[in-house]
């Protein structure tokens, strides 16, 4: 098959690979429904994030399943199933307190931007979506569920969210935008977007932020601070992971508030006498997406929710190059990959 390998900066190549097999008893290989290119990809893309080798790309997933190990139990070929882009048992103890992308045996995906992907401890890892096939319409909201609204989501939960809150989301990336829709569905009342791209804005209002601030940095907050009369917000998600996302999430936040922080940091230094006298609670870390999964897919599944409105750019998967050049020159929000 061919798959998508990266060499280094701007350099994203569609090339021959080895089919994927059942390596361990407890794997599963899938063959991809959809696929797709993660904000996260551009960190090395842009060589932000130095490789050493050629890397293989994509954890982001949905498919069918073609083969499992002999120690897989709950899964069978046939069945269509969305996981996340860390393996996990889901028994270990961190699984069970919810944390299973911290799971004993976590690996993070990676080449799933090809037609066919192992996926060890699958049983843990993969969830079948009720009803057999989902409609064909839905896989782009379930792909969503995999990675970027699975983020989202903890996004909004690990800034604690609660009905009738004020939350703002710093960060206009797919991540950003489905934090707005994870508020929302959390009973958030007022949900301030910071963006500063028209059809991003425009998406944020369908998703149900309530205001925009288009401001940044000092300025930024001050807004954020005249529409909260002075207080500052219950609850901030920063979805980027810069320093100056970060330092605007916090003095964004009223004291005993919360920020989550869900894109992994580059660059970005506390200063913890700062930090101290903010009163800010601080929950961050690569999401346990798979904590979320099951739900996340009934809210698809019965059209509560449109996630995949992420997705303004569909390219067949031998066309990933363009995918990250459009990301990367934010031509796309986020492009989905049809192998
Ligand atoms: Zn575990």
Redesign the pocket.
């Known amino acids: 098959m061919q798959g998508t390998v990266l060499y280094g900066p701007r350099d994203v190549r569609f090339e021959q690979r080895p089919e994927p097999e059942v390596i361990h008893p407890t794997d599963a290989v899938i063959r991809m429904a959809a696929t797709c290119v993660c904000g996260s990809d551009l960190w090395p893309y842009r060589g932000l994030q130095p490789i050493k080798d050629p890397t293989p790309m994509g954890h982001e997933y949905c498919g069918v399943v073609e083969e499992v190990g002999s120690a897989v139990k709950t899964l069978k070929p046939g069945q269509f199933v969305v996981g996340s882009f860390a393996t996990?048992?889901?028994?270990?103890?961190?699984?069970?307190h919810g944390y299973?992308s911290?799971?004993?045996?976590?690996e993070f995906m990676t080449s799933a931007q090809a037609p066919f992907l192992r996926v060890p401890l699958a049983d843990?890892t993969l969830v079948p979506t009720a009803g057999g096939m989902p409609p064909e319409a839905l896989i782009p909201d379930l792909l969503a569920t995999s990675d970027v609204l699975g983020t989202g989501w903890f996004a909004a939960d690990a800034a604690n969210v609660k009905p009738g809150g004020t939350v703002v989301v710093v960060g206009d990336g797919a991540v950003g935008l489905l934090g707005v829709l994870s508020a929302k569905q959390m009973g958030a009342e007022r949900i301030i977007a910071m963006s500063r791209h028209q059809p991003r804005q425009q998406l944020a209002r369908e998703f149900g932020a309530t205001d925009i601030v288009t401001e940044r940095g000092d300025e930024g907050v001050a807004l954020i601070k005249e529409l909260t009369r002075g207080i500052g917000a219950d609850s901030v998600l920063e979805c980027v992971g810069t320093q100056e996302s970060m330092a605007q999430a916090i003095q964004a936040t009223r004291p005993g508030g919360s920020v989550s922080y869900v894109g992994v940091p580059h660059g970005v230094d506390l200063n913890a006498q700062k930090l101290f006298y903010t009163h800010v609670h601080l929950h961050g870390g690569p999401a346990p997406v798979r904590r979320y999964l099951p739900k996340l897919i009934e809210l698809v599944l019965n059209e509560t929710i449109k996630p995949g409105k992420v997705f303004d750019l569909v390219l067949p998967l031998k066309q990933v190059a363009e995918g990250y050049r459009a990301m990367d020159e934010r031509r796309a929000i986020k492009a989905l990959l049809r192998p």
């Open positions: 996990s048992d889901n028994t270990c103890p961190h699984c069970r299973q911290s799971c004993v045996g976590r843990g």
